[in-house]
């Protein structure tokens, strides 16, 4: 019959006639390319089919994740034991996790009861260990500290926590040798901890390997792209090799991040004024207004005369040798300054007590 049907006489066929010629050829698809309402099925409707054909030899084990022949989530059984020591593991790691927190916001209060429930909890733990041993080091017991930290790796070798202390106590101790086996190890179990990677690249810098500090704390920052201290670290590491300008943008990002401090700011504005970098002075301004360190005054004086603005300059410039005895360049440059804003300067000029050679130089200046 299709052989005798030719193209024109296909398009003027009516379209049901079509479907239902269709499935006459094909009867094997008919089931499971319509549907009861005569729309194609889906592929997850097909899918649904294909898995209810299996044989009961063919399904799952009833036993595993989900056991389709009743519908349900398989539970399996625990022992009494079993549950009583998963529960003691929770308890335990929660306060453990507290105790951290105690200890890093200085919660000292918290920390004896969550010592004494941790003993209870695990006596044996090395986690206990390595927290009387932070509490050892915080009481300035280095000696104490160091013979808890030994216990606590005894009983857990991977402790990276413990390997950080004992690495910051020989930092502290100048043994740097020990102390930088002890923070290879902890970056050893834990290889992108920030804390680990700033400690390491802080000894470095301290001891003056500042290519390997640079190189450490890039790596840092790549695990904590926000740590300030890092940055903090970072910009010194720069300025001591010479890369003013770069250690300038790692000071900006300091402060962008939170730190603060008078040292900071202090040594901020001073890599400021040696990159020349103006926009970086002037957001100082304001925070070196605030501090009570005679080298704001100077660095204010500084960065006023820098703009040509020279009765700020006098102003911190006088200030400053007011209170501190400063150098010969100090006090030329107030002169400078001072040259700019007060014809009679030679009075001020002559109350500095300072050798008469230069203050003959500088009245003729």
């Given at each position: 019959?299709?052989?005798?049907?030719?193209?024109?006489?296909?398009?003027?066929?009516?379209?049901?006639?079509?479907?239902?010629?269709?499935?006459?050829?094909?009867?094997?698809?008919?089931?499971?390319?319509?549907?009861?309402?005569?729309?194609?099925?889906?592929?997850?409707?097909?899918?649904?089919?294909?898995?209810?054909?299996?044989?009961?030899?063919?399904?799952?084990?009833?036993?595993?994740?989900?056991?389709?022949?009743?519908?349900?989530?398989?539970?399996?059984?625990?022992?009494?034991?079993?549950?009583?020591?998963?529960?003691?593991?929770?308890?335990?790691?929660?306060?453990?996790?507290?105790?951290?927190?105690?200890?890093?916001?200085?919660?000292?209060?918290?920390?004896?009861?969550?010592?004494?429930?941790?003993?209870?909890?695990?006596?044996?733990?090395?986690?206990?260990?390595?927290?009387?041993?932070?509490?050892?080091?915080?009481?300035?017991?280095r000696g104490e500290s160091l013979?808890?930290?030994?216990?606590?790796?005894?009983?857990?070798?991977?402790?990276?926590?413990?390997?950080?202390?004992?690495?910051?106590?020989?930092?502290?101790?100048?043994?740097?040798?020990?102390?930088?086996?002890?923070?290879?190890?902890?970056?050893?179990?834990?290889?992108?901890?920030?804390?680990?990677?700033?400690?390491?690249?802080?000894?470095?810098?301290r001891t003056g390997d500042l290519?390997?500090?640079?190189?450490?704390?890039?790596?840092?920052?790549?695990?904590?792209v926000n740590l300030s201290e890092?940055?903090?670290?970072?910009?010194?590491?720069?300025?001591?090799?010479?890369?003013?300008?770069?250690?300038?943008?790692?000071?900006?990002?300091?402060?962008?991040?939170?730190?603060?401090?008078?040292?900071?700011?202090?040594?901020?504005?001073?890599?400021?004024?040696?990159?020349?970098?103006?926009?970086?002075?002037?957001?100082?301004?304001?925070?070196?207004?605030?501090?009570?360190?005679?080298?704001?005054?100077?660095?204010?004086?500084?960065?006023?005369?820098?703009?040509?603005?020279?009765?700020?300059?006098?102003?911190?410039?006088?200030?400053?040798?007011?209170?501190?005895?400063?150098?010969?360049?100090?006090?030329?440059?107030?002169?400078?300054?001072?040259?700019?804003?007060?014809?009679?300067?030679?009075?001020?000029?002559?109350?500095?007590?300072?050798?008469?050679?230069?203050?003959?130089?500088?009245?003729?200046?």
């Amino acid at each position: 019959m299709l052989a005798n049907v030719n193209s024109r006489g296909l398009r003027n066929l009516h379209p049901l006639f079509l479907v239902f010629l269709f499935m006459a050829l094909c009867p094997g698809l008919g089931a499971n390319a319509v549907g009861s309402g005569g729309a194609p099925r889906s592929a997850m409707q097909a899918d649904a089919a294909a898995q209810a054909s299996l044989t009961e030899d063919e399904q799952t084990e009833p036993a595993a994740v989900f056991n389709q022949g009743a519908g349900e989530w398989f539970v399996p059984d625990f022992s009494r034991a079993e549950l009583e020591a998963t529960r003691q593991e929770l308890d335990k790691s929660l306060v453990v996790t507290q105790l951290i927190h105690a200890f890093r916001f200085k919660a000292h209060t918290a920390v004896p009861g969550l010592m004494v429930r941790l003993e209870q909890l695990d006596p044996d733990s090395a986690e206990l260990s390595y927290f009387k041993a932070l509490l050892s080091y915080q009481n300035q017991k280095r000696g104490e500290s160091l013979v808890w930290l030994d216990e606590c790796l005894k009983r857990n070798p991977e402790y990276s926590r413990a390997w950080n202390l004992k690495g910051v106590i020989m930092s502290e101790a100048s043994r740097k040798a020990e102390a930088v086996t002890a923070f290879q190890k902890a970056l050893r179990w834990a290889p992108f901890n920030p804390v680990y990677l700033y400690n390491t690249a802080s000894l470095h810098y301290r001891t003056g390997d500042l290519e390997e500090a640079e190189a450490l704390i890039a790596q840092t920052l790549q695990a904590k792209v926000n740590l300030s201290e890092a940055y903090y670290l970072q910009a010194l590491i720069l300025r001591d090799r010479q890369k003013v300008a770069a250690a300038v943008e790692s000071f900006a990002a300091a402060n962008q991040y939170g730190q603060t401090g008078d040292q900071f700011t202090l040594q901020y504005a001073e890599t400021a004024l040696q990159a020349k970098s103006r926009q970086h002075q002037l957001e100082l301004i304001p925070r070196l207004q605030r501090l009570a360190d005679s080298r704001a005054l100077l660095y204010l004086a500084r960065i006023h005369h820098g703009f040509g603005e020279f009765q700020p300059a006098v102003r911190y410039y006088g200030q400053y040798l007011r209170t501190a005895a400063g150098t010969a360049a100090d006090r030329k440059a107030w002169v400078q300054a001072l040259a700019h804003t007060n014809p009679y300067g030679e009075r001020s000029i002559e109350q500095l007590k300072v050798e008469a050679a230069e203050k003959e130089s500088l009245l003729e200046f």
